[in-house]
């Protein structure tokens, strides 16, 4: 299960982000092209939060769809896997969207004094 590894590394990403500061929130963009399941991510992000500022953390995920466009006919397509072909005949697609991997957002505890 590489989520494990791929989770540890965005955990580790985040906690030097948040300098110190309890973490409440992380945004995820994962593409349904990218070969990383949501689900496991979410399974390993609480196991790798363990005893660190984003122990109480809550997760959310965004799926982005997979998108190409054909080579031949420039239509853009809307892709469940990696490639795939156009109405027009052609499997000459370029992804242009869907492999993604993208912490978006991270929400810190602000302290007021």
Not at 90 to 96: K, P
Request: net charge negative.
């Amino acid at each position: 299960m590489h989520e494990l590894g791929i989770t540890q590394n965005i955990v580790s990403i985040v906690v030097e982000h948040a300098q110190g500061k309890k973490v409440q929130r992380v945004l995820l963009e994962i593409g349904k092209l990218s070969a990383i399941m949501p689900d496991a991510v979410r399974f390993c992000f609480d196991i790798c939060c363990q005893g660190t500022v984003l122990e109480t953390a809550k997760l959310e995920i965004i799926e982005i769809p997979g998108l190409a466009v054909c080579g031949e006919c420039g239509s853009e397509i809307v892709l469940e896997k990696p490639f795939g072909k156009c109405n027009c005949g052609s499997n000459r697609l370029d992804l242009i969207a869907g492999e993604e991997l993208k912490i978006k957002e991270i929400e810190v505890e602000e302290l007021c004094v």
